[in-house]
């Protein structure tokens, strides 16, 4: 997919991604000659589709993440389907406090090893050595994991 | 009606159906969506796991019912016994059984920084299958919007498969067998994933009706231009204990004929083995140690080591 400005004959560049929830999405691009702004907005439909192709309008915020797809599609997957990860899963001195343990334990444990992961990197990254709830929340912000 | 100077004002103004707008090849930028760089980027991602497989070979039909997953979970178990390192997915999502059929039924793959590392089931074959992954009997439904689901379910299928294949630690492999589910279309949708598999085994009953379906496949396979395509005939006849002769199952044509009729060579004739049914419904698949089709299951996997990608070839 490409956006072009027509006034200008300029490649519009994407701006920013919103997803409000209700399975719909909206994408920003601009054009960087005249500044004018346009909205993709799809349906839920429209939105599932490219979901199925396990990509993300915009590129992606975080690298896709081994088994993303089939993680975040199944229905009903079995809780303890996968092994949970093992130490050397989580280098490095970051910790959980124990609210946002609390937190993650709420994450279906078919995901959580992956959402884990996500947070563990983003605050390693960030030289954050304790991941709080307000880690959880910034990261949730700064990365665009809405779905998470 | 329309005057002269309105005319020469519309034609000098083009509309907006005849004006030049730059086509999607003229332009020359990445696409900002980044939806065709992260299609690429998955592509990357399957190729150099398969890297380290020495011969990725897919378990075809097209037609259901014709025992592809036991002749996997029996190919698989007969590759190992020779002492080739052997993979299996189960491609066969909505209908898995081969989990079950190699013993993988209760293992759970670990959730590794990597991938999934594959649980380990009969005579060390490593596998991943959407059985392990759902509740027993559960039906396989895919998160999304109701209605018109077949607008998406294909595409969600195939990305799956493409974990399966890609994010699974696989390591180093000599064979990754993959079932192909029932339908041409499945055969495609793999071929999409992997393009150039070292081998194809397509597996038929002697039935004229599953014969026509598998002319079919092979038909699709030879416009891909996959070269090494085998023909498997299933249940090619039964010995009834205290029998000397095998008597056929079904009113078709012999293994020979119908290897002749689709125009592949025939790579084996596996005869209905209710032993091996049983073992390999119990999660242990004799293979080559089976009583009947043992001998023909020990032919087929000397057939794919001999093969392209195969052991014996790179020797």
């Known amino acids: 997919m490409k956006f ?66 089939t993680r975040t599609s199944l229905e009903s997957p079995r809780e303890d389907a996968l092994a949970p990860p093992g130490t050397d899963d989580a280098p490095g001195p970051v910790v959980w406090s124990g609210e946002a343990s609390e937190r993650l334990e709420a994450v279906p444990r078919f995901v959580r090893g992956m959402v884990k992961r996500i947070y563990g990197e983003y605050a390693r990254e960030r030289g954050i050595e304790v991941i709080t709830p307000g880690v959880m929340d910034q990261a949730r912000s700064d990365l665009g994991l809405e779905s998470m | 009606m329309e005057t002269r100077p309105d005319l020469e004002a519309r034609v000098a103004k083009p509309s907006a159906s005849s004006r030049k707008i730059r086509g999607y090849a003229e332009v020359t930028h990445e696409t900002e969506s980044g939806v065709l760089e992260q299609v690429v980027a998955q592509r990357g991602r399957l190729e150099r796991r398969l890297a380290s497989v020495g011969a990725v070979i897919a378990i075809a039909s097209g037609k259901g019912g014709v025992g592809k997953s036991a002749i996997t979970a029996n190919l698989a178990v007969a590759l190992a016994d020779r002492g080739a390192r052997v993979g299996a997915v189960d491609a066969d999502l909505n209908g898995p059984s081969l989990g079950r059929m190699l013993g993988l039924l209760g293992a759970r793959p670990l959730d590794g920084p990597d991938g999934l590392v594959p649980p380990t089931g009969s005579r060390g074959v490593v596998g991943i299958s959407t059985e392990l992954l759902l509740e027993q009997d559960a039906a396989l439904r895919w998160r999304g919007p109701d209605g018109d689901r077949f607008v998406w379910q294909g595409v969600t299928e195939a990305g799956v498969l493409r974990e399966f294949l890609g994010d699974v630690v696989w390591g180093e492999l000599d064979y990754l067998l993959v079932d192909i589910p029932p339908g041409t279309d499945k055969i495609g949708r793999f071929l999409d994933l992997v393009p150039d598999p070292a081998q194809v085994i397509l597996v038929t009953i002697p039935s004229r009706v599953a014969v026509s379906v598998v002319a079919r496949s092979a038909s699709l396979l030879e416009d891909a231009g996959v070269d090494e395509v085998g023909l498997v005939v299933n249940m090619a006849g039964y010995t009834p204990a205290g029998a000397d002769e095998p008597v056929p199952l079904f009113h078709g044509d012999g293994a020979g004929a119908v290897s002749e009729s689709i125009g592949l060579e025939l790579w084996a004739r596996i005869p209905f083995d209710p032993e091996l049914g049983a073992r390999t419904d119990e999660g242990d698949p004799p293979g080559a140690r089976a009583a009947a089709a043992g001998e023909a299951l020990r032919g087929l996997a000397e057939r794919v080591e001999r093969g392209p990608g195969g052991r014996e070839r790179a020797r």
């Not at chain 1, 005249?34 to 915009?58: H, K, Y």
């Open chain 1, 4 to 69: 072009l400005c027509l006034a200008c004959d300029e490649v519009m560049t994407f701006a920013e991604r919103q997803l409000p929830g209700d399975g719909t999405l909206t994408a920003v691009f601009t054009c960087s000659s005249c500044g004018r702004d346009m909205a993709l907005l799809t349906n839920p439909m429209e939105t599932q589709l490219v979901t199925s192709l396990g990509v993300e309008i915009g590129g992606r915020t975080v690298p896709e993440q081994p088994f993303q797809q």
